[in-house]
């Protein structure tokens, strides 16, 4: 279990904020992990981004709005971020909405597999998540 101290020392740009929201974001992103501290630690990142919580520019484009903004212009300088528009709704999507809820995405993508594989009792030492089986790429 991480606790308040543990998440500040990992994201220094939540240091600001009281242990006890701190501990409230915790205890809900605890719901989207299981038990793994680095994935409760993005997972707390990302909501906290979310509602723009941090120092981080991230977090204050949130604050502001701009993460909203198809576009931002100022001067000769343009810059295009994420069309909501386009997006599925999915929770891949919402995961891709902040730098945390990216590697959050990355982290159960790569550790949690996808979908159990029946072998017909022919799976030596297979661990039956189609992730490690051979036609899906995994040896």
Known sequence: MVTPAQFK???PQFA??????VQA???????????DDDATIL?????????????DAASQSFVTGAAEYQSIRSGQLTLTRYQ???STGSYGDWL???????????LIRATRG??????????????????????????
């Open 43 to 55: 997972m707390t990142c990302h909501l906290m981004t979310l509602d723009g919580l941090g120092t």
């Open 96 to 106: 891709q909405s902040t730098p945390c809820g990216r590697v959050f995405w990355q």
């Open 84 to 86: 909501k528009a386009a």
């Open 114 to 139: 996808g979908p159990r594989v029946a072998l017909g009792g022919r799976g030596g030492g297979y661990s039956y998540y189609a992730k490690d089986w051979p036609l899906f790429g995994g040896f």
């Open 9 to 11: 020392a990992a994201k």
């Open 16 to 21: 600001a904020v009281p242990d006890e929201t």
């Open 25 to 35: 974001y915790l205890t809900l992103s605890e719901r989207f992990t299981t038990g």
